[in-house]
């Protein structure tokens, strides 16, 4: 059977990267709206106030280079405190401009990298009536876990790793381990119902996943996201089995995404630049 054609369904724009100079900025997001993206992703990380704001990293540098935690530093500090924090938008300012922009089609991936401010998120999502339009998205198996009690019906996207981890991913992340497939809330990572921020975690999940967290996947019609050198043709095949889409990150050039299309059959693919957008549509 011959490969289904890309569309713009199947492209997620990874942090509005090549639609602005900085990745995760409300000009990059203003520019893929534009563009027509559908499916948008960006990363949230909170500041020591509890303020949700749109980062990748767990740390970011000041005016004067000094690599500072964004959970040490209040919200309201971050325009004066400069550098990489003066362009940081809050969630918040990040919905404003989806719920005003003419593209409504638009979907979004709320990659959330900390733990324990789930209520926070979703009550934001939903000020914005965007339940509708989004995916949660995570690293961390105790948020989605979380989020699952808040809002079941919101699709939920578990990241992580499908394949032994490198030891360059090892120096830079706190890694978790399940060799069965089973993620169960109680053995989850060490979050004793506190909170988990300025740190960088994931799972390595070496057999596809199964039991209580697979049933939480389904439940929501979500998917998994993997590393798209760690994919499998059989590991596609297990997800999409059981109703599931599977995302890969990330791509830069159409013949690699193409080759991914014909041999794996991956449902929507992590876009790193503009180009490919264009390429693509």
Request: aromatic letters at 10%; hydrophobic letters at 40%; proline letters at 4%.
């Amino acid at each position: 059977m011959k490969p289904a054609p890309i569309t713009m369904s199947n492209l997620i724009s990874h942090r509005f990267r090549g639609f602005s100079k900085y990745e995760n900025t409300l000009d990059g997001l203003r520019a893929a709206l534009d563009f027509g993206v559908i499916n948008l992703e960006f990363d949230v990380r909170m500041a020591a106030c509890g303020t949700p704001m749109v980062y990748h990293d767990e740390y970011a540098k000041d005016a004067r280079g000094k690599v500072r935690h964004l959970c040490d530093l209040i919200a309201s500090s971050f325009k004066n405190t400069g550098g990489d924090f003066a362009r940081m938008p809050t969630f918040e300012a990040l919905l404003d401009v989806v719920a005003s922009h003419k593209n409504t089609e638009a979907k979004l991936l709320v990659d959330i990298k900390d733990a324990g401010f789930e209520h926070e998120i979703h009550a934001l999502l939903s000020l914005y009536r965007m339940q509708d339009r989004a995916v949660y998205v995570s690293w961390l198996p105790e948020v989605l876990y979380a989020l699952d009690a808040l809002a079941p019906t919101i699709p939920k996207c578990l990241s992580h790793w499908c394949q032994p981890v490198n030891a360059l991913i090892r120096a830079h992340h706190k890694v978790f381990k399940s060799k069965d497939g089973n993620i169960p809330l109680q053995d989850s990572i060490d979050f004793k119902g506190g909170y988990i921020m300025g740190v960088r975690s994931g799972w390595q999940i070496t057999a596809p996943i199964k039991g209580q967290f697979l049933d939480l996947l389904k439940r929501s019609q979500g998917g998994i996201c993997v590393p798209q050198d760690m994919a499998t043709k059989e590991l596609c095949q297990y997800y999409q089995g059981h109703g599931l889409f599977v995302s890969t990150f990330s791509y830069t050039d159409k013949t690699h995404l193409m080759d991914h299309r014909d041999t794996l059959g991956i449902d929507l693919y992590f876009i790193d630049n503009k180009k490919l957008f264009i390429d693509l549509t």
